[in-house]
């Protein structure tokens, strides 16, 4: 290792001790008692003064908190982080599940089903999560359950134009990649967790349907808004990307490099090239929210979880290729992420970063510590697995 890679190597150490900190120290003490329920419910959102704030319980957000609670529990935090995953899924098992098989899509703040409409965004976080609670806790009938949702949707959800029926919560006239791009981490997540062919099988299915129908192979980017025959739509939102989705689906793609899919490495490039061309504000060190096919801004402000999606891609990327250009790019991405967590309550978070650099105050969002577990765990796999390489 020369030098840069030497003194790289080390800053990405640094950030990864601080990662792991922020989500045992930081983060989990505050999201597993803030407004948690009677009914073993996380909170779906938190005051940045470190208070309650009541709402409903979307599924989605529950299990992404539980996902990320066995991510921490990994980690080694010592808190009631079984206690907590165990009774959400619980409770989601006996009273979010409607008689179709379908996952609902809201719980009130006492538990009690508020909206229950199905969604295909909501039933693919629900399968990721049984498959990391399954593998995590020894649960082996959660996997049992994620067959079930998943043969629900083929046989329910299966569209002859490809891919599924985006929901009951969505325009029905409009048609979506990301609920599909989630299934795709769920079918993965759940291949890594049982070794089942048939779950390859899924992820690969999705892998492809990107490939043929959500890549524009004109430029190199996922087109968000399709019509019933996945067609983009006609107009002005026909051509909108989302840089942070571009970096989601280049990281899914990594995954897929050690099997052998043949075009992963193809599309992961083309993805992350044209994020990073068009769609940092290199000023502020984001990645905004939109631009267009044409690399022109459309929404130039900058969320949180497009940072993590930005990390995690060039951290996979680092892992198979060594070069140091993706080291630097993590660094980068990491130091991005890390203004969005600086607040008065530590473990807390901004989620909406205008272009002129100030903040829309609102309560942290639930849903984004999934965001930050996966691209924090991301991190420190990395650095473990190259203690032993070199950076080009």
């Known amino acids: 290792m020369n030098d840069q890679g030497g003194q790289q190597f080390g800053v990405l150490q640094d950030f990864a001790l601080e990662a792991r900190a922020w989500l045992v120290e930081c983060a989990a003490p505050i999201w597993s008692a803030v407004d948690y329920g009677a009914r073993g419910l996380f909170a779906e959102r938190i005051l940045l003064n470190g208070q309650a704030s009541q709402s409903q319980r979307r599924v989605f957000v529950q299990a992404r908190h539980i996902y990320s609670f066995t991510q921490i529990g990994r980690l080694g935090w010592a808190g009631p982080w079984r206690e907590r995953v165990n009774s959400s899924l619980d409770h989601l098992l006996t009273y979010a599940r409607r008689r179709d ?14 909206d229950e409409r199905a969604d295909l965004y909501d039933q ?9 609670v399954g593998k995590a806790l020894d649960r082996p009938e959660l996997f049992d359950v994620a067959s079930e949702i998943a043969q629900n949707i083929d046989q329910v959800w299966r569209k002859h134009s490809g891919g599924y029926f985006e929901g009951e919560v969505v325009d029905p006239g409009i048609r979506l990649q990301n609920p599909h791009m989630h299934l795709f981490e769920a079918y993965s997540a759940l291949a890594d967790a049982t ?76 993805l992350v090239n044209f994020a990073r061309n068009y769609g ?30 930005r990390l995690k891609a060039a951290l996979a990327r680092l892992r198979r290729t060594g070069e140091l250009a993706e080291a630097l790019e993590a660094a980068d991405a990491y130091k991005g992420l890390r203004k969005y967590l600086n607040v008065q309550t530590v473990g807390l978070w901004r989620d909406k970063l205008r272009d002129d650099g100030s903040w829309i105050d609102e309560p942290a969002p639930g849903s984004s510590l999934y965001h930050i577990t996966c691209a924090y765990v991301e991190l420190i796999e990395t650095v473990g697995s190259l203690k032993v390489e070199s950076l080009n």
């Open 280 to 309: 940092i504000d290199r000023n502020q060190n984001v990645m905004i929210n939109e631009v267009l096919t044409d690399g022109s801004i459309h929404n130039s402000a900058a969320r949180l979880w497009p940072q993590t999606e």
């Open 101 to 114: 098989g379908f996952f609902v899509h809201s719980l009130d703040h006492d538990g009690g089903v508020l």
């Open 195 to 270: 070794g089942d062919s048939i779950w390859k099988r899924r992820a690969s299915g999705i892998a492809e349907l990107c490939r043929d129908n959500f890549l524009d192979e004109r430029v190199g980017a996922i087109i968000e808004y399709f019509d019933e025959n996945l067609t983009p739509l006609q107009g002005l939102r026909g051509r909108i990307v989302e840089p942070g989705h571009c970096c989601e689906w280049a990281w899914l793609f990594e995954g897929m490099v050690p099997a052998g899919w043949p075009d992963a490495i193809r599309m992961s490039d083309q």
């Open 124 to 132: 693919a976080f629900i399968m990721f999560c049984l498959g990391h």
